[in-house]
């Protein structure tokens, strides 16, 4: 039997390539927790893409809560950060936490995140975080960085021809600008 695996998706063209390397060894299943997106209208599309994804790919996906109160006061104080700096460790450790918490409630053998896959983002930062989350919660993190092998470039193709929409912004108001 294979092993269970939650799996935190950011987005649906950035759930591909995760998906499709993981899902031989484990049992995937998606988690779309991601309060740092603005404004509610962005979210609920990148939400619907997440959806279409996962009927199409026919995988399950648990949405998590939009609580963006929470989202906002973890990042009170860093809102000039750039981009890639202290607010972005605060927004992926946060969604990791959530992630280790629901990993374990479901009794998953281990959680990883899609977010490695973006060429803007350092799997390095995101890894410890998620190991932290892991030792926390008890729940076993599996380490990545999708983007190599080409799989950043992956994901792009395979967005296009299934359709996905790709946003053009990380998500959060800050990175609107
Ligand atoms: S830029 Fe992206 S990763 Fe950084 S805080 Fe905003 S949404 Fe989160």
Not at 24 to 32: G, K, L, T
Not at 87 to 94: I, Q, T, W
Not at 128 to 148: H, I, T
Request: charged share 35%.
């Amino acid at each position: 039997m294979k092993k269970k695996l939650l799996l935190h998706v950011c987005c649906a063209p950035d759930a591909t390539v995760p998906y499709l390397r993981l899902r031989d060894e484990y049992q995937v299943i998606a988690f779309f927790y991601n309060p740092n997106i603005h404004p509610r209208e962005e979210y609920e599309r990148r939400l619907r893409e997440a959806e279409k994804l996962a009927k199409l790919w026919d995988f399950p996906l648990i949405v998590g809560e939009y609580d963006m109160e929470r989202w906002f006061s973890a990042v009170r104080g860093l809102e000039e950060e750039p981009e890639g700096g202290r607010r972005c460790e605060v927004c992926y450790a946060l969604r990791l936490e959530e992630s280790a918490r629901l990993a374990r409630e479901l009794g998953c053998d281990a959680f990883a995140t899609t977010l490695t896959i973006s060429p803007h983002k350092s799997a390095e930062k995101i890894n410890a975080l998620g190991r932290e989350a892991g030792k926390r919660r008890d729940v076993a993190y599996l380490e990545s960085n999708f983007k190599k092998r080409d799989g950043f470039k992956e994901s792009v193709r395979l967005s296009r021809e299934l359709g996905l929409y790709r946003q053009r912004y990380c998500g959060c108001r800050y990175s609107m600008r």
